[in-house]
């Protein structure tokens, strides 16, 4: 982008929004700009963000992931948590989706399933998701080619449950080729990539050179990182597919 003033002004009104938690305000022309430029964007959003005065460190994922969905979402979408956990990006998504959208979450543990179940009928929403016990691997038979848009993946252990079923590297992969594949255009894809502890570092390297080898043309890819943590802090990825 330029710096003539209809972008400048497209700047102010996004910050804008993103600070009342405003998308209702984007047009389609917005969104393609948004899509374009992610990095940019990012960058304004994470002001916003700051401005809001956010002090719990252990939400700004939560944030990063959930705002930047807001930017691309439309209202009756598509969506899948391929990683549902304990629910709480499930539940995230079923706001998100509306009255006319819909909601695929995937785990292989039961434990998961009932959290989320759980989770979701306290919030008024069990009705608005189909919770399915298999592999996000397998999404693509419960979803078509092209027809989502957007997908949540949190990848590691369930907290509380057995850490030996964290999920793995390849079946990581082949779980985001997947997702790839079912994004409509504009589509977008977050990614927490959890390393260390017991779940070492080779799902986070399989994840991170794949992400690289994305063509530039097809795909926005944008890595963050919590720089001066230690222990080896999550690293919170977003793709759009242009």
Known sequence: MGSDNS???FLK???NSLKAGNKENFSETDRKK???NGAMIFAVWWDSICQKGNEEEKKVWFYWCH???LMQAVTG???I???MGNG???LFLCELAGKE???LAFDIQKQALESTRALLKSEGMEQKARLILDSHENMAKYADEASVDGICFNFGYLPGSDHSLATKPESSKNAVIEGLRLLKKGGVMSLCIYSGGETGFEERDTLLAYLKSLDEKKYLVIVSAYYNRKNNPPIPVLIIKK
Do not use: M, N, P, R
Request: net charge negative; proline share 0%; no cysteine.
């Open 81 to 83: 948590d391929a990683t």
């Open 13 to 15: 009104k996004l910050k």
């Open 7 to 9: 972008e400048i002004l």
């Open 88 to 90: 709480h990006d499930t």
């Open 67 to 69: 705002e930047l969905f």
């Open 34 to 36: 948004i899509s374009k």
């Open 101 to 103: 959208g819909q909601v």
């Open 77 to 79: 979408g598509t969506y």
